[in-house]
């Protein structure tokens, strides 16, 4: 009777055992703890995938992505990744059928009974793989079960839907390696900075250790914990005859070496690319095509122009060079009465910006410094301030200007600290100007060898300004070549006096700039404000012999699988000058180059070529320019603080040939075998003239009485003209 019940309570427990397994699994298959994909909706899975981002070169520059992941194929993984893989990761794998029996019961026997933890794991790849697709949720205390199961079913299904291949393929391009990385080529080109097909033995020994605990694992900050992962690795190869004994020996040997290149924290051109981003998103939304494209997720495949030597060779020039000059910068406000200059400045802005500074104690700030090795240094926050005041900022842009297409775009110095982009700041842009002035008196009749008078003169009508040549000399009269080449500003008031103000304004507007021109005599200082990127618009019209283009960064987009999205377009030109005016204006600036404002091309850079530039020093020296440029190459550089009352006090090294010049002079310095380097300018060879000649006795005597009568005239046609004028009562009743 006693056993007739145990038998009896045994089988109805084992019933429910049996209807609470099958209950499980009926809620398993009817998706009641998730959905569990068919094998068709297998077939068709896609992943998020980044877009990768090329330079002119085809060198990769950058990525756009929410998950950092660029899938590769089968035939282009090396055998040694393979091999590293399934020798650690699941041996039997081309044996079993999506689950490996022999391994689940040894986890259970081991791990689970016994409470072994070093027995390993028990999932196949296939089930990682599920896993990594797929993730897991959380279901109470039956979590583990019900993730386990799901995986189980959804491997069977994997091994179904692809071959053995394909899910070594999927897998790789899923799986996590830390930092945000997803997939083997992200992983590679993060560690080792080359693509995952030209990985080593040893190299994929270390990226196949990482999956078993990628922090802890990470061969950048863990490097003796990922050797000794690499170890194991490759001991595991040996130990299924995937190498011998001596190759195990020879890999073990060698040191751990790697090529570290984090795209998304040391991208080599950060300004540039949140530009393409922008213009891509632009073009993606014109795009009349039957798909969408999801920037971060589609793996679109972006062709740039940006020439990445070039490029880079700008940067070092701009950390050269500011390096030095920031230094001088500094030195110069620590001293009286810079010193309180900047104190006064920095208290005003704080209290425009709200900022509080009770409390002032020192701590640990990030800032930016060229020299110093330690960015976190013990300052206070109005020290700090200070010191982000004083900080000299630099932009510069390399432009093909017969096609538009940009070679170099750098919006700062670094763009952590310092995102705002300098290539479309606004600023004064000085003597750059002169040269569009010229090209519109020119375009009015005026000649290369008429001479303009250096006399100086004082304009009444301007609250008795009375404007400067740099070098403080005047007198005499200059040809209208030199008085550009030479940046003289006395000769340049009187053609602009010249030059019919509707014929300048016309051609400023054509030139591209946004700004409406300033009717004042002080625009020939260059007054007016506009961008780096304005100003290649406007000179591109030198180089092309009187036309215009506009400036590209993206020559191509394709989708993951090759298919052509867009292409730019071929250029079209807009002509604003008449050839031979550009001609003219081209060969005074290569006389700059030579002899002028921006000799020091020349004699410092060796720069023998016909280059045609520009200096240009605005007020105070608040910023300093240089333009340059040839048929095939144009460069613009601009150096300043962030706040023009910040400045260097002297031309000595605030001018625009001390200060922006040399970053244009490095670069061509270091481009001497480039292909662009001796593109040659067409010139009009009309230059046959003194520079300057001395006013003749009777003529010097008459234009000196004329320049102050000049004056005497102005200021006596204004008082007869208050004198004259009538009161209200008068000019309604008469007399």
Known sequence: MQKKKILRYAFFVFLAIFISIGTFFALLFVDAFGKI??????????????????????????????????????????????????ATEDARFYEHEGVDARSMLRVLIKTVVMGNRSSGGGSTLSQQLAKNLFGRNKYGKVSIYVNKFKEIILAYRIEEAFSKNEIIELYLNTVPFGENLYGIESASQRFFNKSSAKLKTEESAVLIGLLKANSYYNPRSNPEQAKNRRQIVISQMEKYGYLNKNEKDSLQALPLKLDYANLSRNNPAPYFLERVKREVNNILSQTTTSKQYDLEKDGLIIKTTIDLDLHRL??????????????????????????????????????QKALSLKDDKAEKRAIFQWNEKDSLPSITAFDSLKHIL???????????????????????????????????AKRQIASTF????????IENGAKVCDYLSNESVVLSDYEGWSPQNYDGESGGEYSLAAALAKSKNIPTLHLYFQTPWERLEELWMKMGF??????????????????????????????????????????????????????????????????????????????????????????????????????????????????GYNRQMLMV??????????????????????????????????SKKSNWY??????????????????????KFFNSFKSD???????????????????????????
């Open 314 to 351: 700008a940067q070092k020039a701009i950390a050269e060079q500011l390096s030095k000059m920031q230094a001088l910068l500094r030195k110069q406000y620590q001293r009286q009465p810079y010193s309180n200059q900047l104190q006064s400045i920095a208290k005003s802005f704080a209290k």
């Open 709 to 735: 009568q000049t004056t005497l005239e102005k200021e006596q046609k204004k008082a007869e003209k208050k004198k004259n004028r009538k009161g209200l009562f008068k000019r309604i009743f008469g007399n």
């Open 637 to 670: 550089s601009r150096v300043g603080a962030s706040y023009p009352a910040i400045h260097f006090d002297s031309g000595n090294y605030g001018s625009g040939s001390r200060l922006a010049l040399p970053i244009v002079g490095s670069v061509l310095a270091n």
């Open 37 to 86: 994909h068919s094998k068709t909706e297998l077939r068709n899975l896609k992943s998020e995938t980044a877009t990768l981002v090329y330079s002119h070169n085809n060198q990769l520059i950058g990525k756009f992505f929410s998950q950092n992941r660029t899938n590769v194929q089968f035939d282009s993984i090396p055998k040694s990744l393979v091999e590293a893989l399934i």
């Open 514 to 627: 946004i700004e409406k021109l300033t009717k004042d005599p002080s625009v020939i200082l260059g007054s007016n404000s506009a961008s780096i990127f304005e100003l290649a618009i406007a000179y591109s019209s030198f180089a092309n012999e009187g036309e215009i283009v506009d400036p590209y960064l993206i020559e191509s987009i394709k989708s993951a699988n090759g298919e052509l999205i867009y292409q730019r377009k071929p250029i079209t030109k807009t002509r604003v000058l008449e050839k031979e005016t550009a001609r003219i204006i081209n060969e005074i600036l290569i006389k700059a180059t030579k002899e002028g404002t921006g000799a020091a091309l020349t004699s410092k850079y060796g720069m023998y070529q016909n280059w045609a530039g520009k200096t240009g020093t605005s007020q105070n020296y608040a910023d300093a320019w240089y333009v």
């Open 390 to 424: 004083t900080q000299l900022q630099a932009g510069f842009l390399a432009m093909d200007p017969n096609s538009g297409a940009i070679r170099s775009w750098i919006g700062g110095i670094n763009f952590q600290h310092y995102p705002f982009d300098q290539v479309l």
């Open 678 to 699: 001796r593109a040659g300018l067409a010139k009009s060879n009309k230059i046959d003239c003194e520079d300057y000649r001395e006013l003749g006795g009777l003529k």
């Open 434 to 441: 002169k040269p569009i002035l010229y090209a519109a008196a």
